[in-house]
């Protein structure tokens, strides 16, 4: 009898040591589980954190391509007008004094034809925008400025067109 005295309270020994192993148990898997808990709610956080970043720099990204884009037009019209400059500069450099005088509007092609004709049926060897000046389609005095002005374009060589403008180091403004 004594064995089974023995075995019954080992029995009742293994049953409390069980009951009180899967009670311990437990409260260590509520624990686990609340830092667990614990754990998803700060990642959610940081989560939420991160979309609003993400939402704050694509408006930085958005608003950086709107300048970019505005920067990029304004570099564009300022090659456009560089190299309309330089034709411009060019065309003046080839024309003459007389082809000037016309564009300018200081005298008319039917002005510069007289003269011309007047030039070689008279054997006059003035050039024709002095002959201009002669028969009184031009002033003297304008007939001179717009001659230094025309000799000081042709010394000039022609602007070159520029290329492209080195892009900014993201500290530009717009």
Do not use: W
Request: net charge negative; with cysteine; aromatic share 2%.
């Amino acid at each position: 009898m004594d064995m089974v005295y023995i075995l019954l309270a080992c029995c009742v020994a293994g049953v409390l040591l069980f009951t009180k192993l899967g009670g311990g148990g437990g409260g260590a898997s509520r624990a686990v589980e609340a830092a667990l808990e614990r754990d998803i709610q700060l990642m959610e956080m940081r989560l939420a954190n991160l979309t609003e970043e993400c939402g704050t720099l694509q408006a930085s990204v958005a608003s950086m391509r709107g300048r970019l884009h505005t920067h990029a037009e304004h570099e564009a019209d300022r090659a456009r007008q560089l190299r309309d400059a330089a034709v411009l500069s060019a065309t003046e450099q080839r024309e003459s004094l007389s082809e000037r005088l016309v564009r300018k509007g200081l005298v008319n092609a039917d002005q510069v034809a007289k003269a011309e004709a007047y030039r070689r049926n008279t054997g006059n060897p003035l050039p024709t925008e002095e002959i201009l000046a002669l028969l009184g389609f031009i002033v003297p005095d304008v007939l001179r400025a717009e001659r230094d002005d025309h000799k000081r374009q042709t010394r000039v060589p022609a602007t070159p067109v520029a290329g492209p403008a080195p892009t900014e180091g993201g500290a530009g403004s717009a």
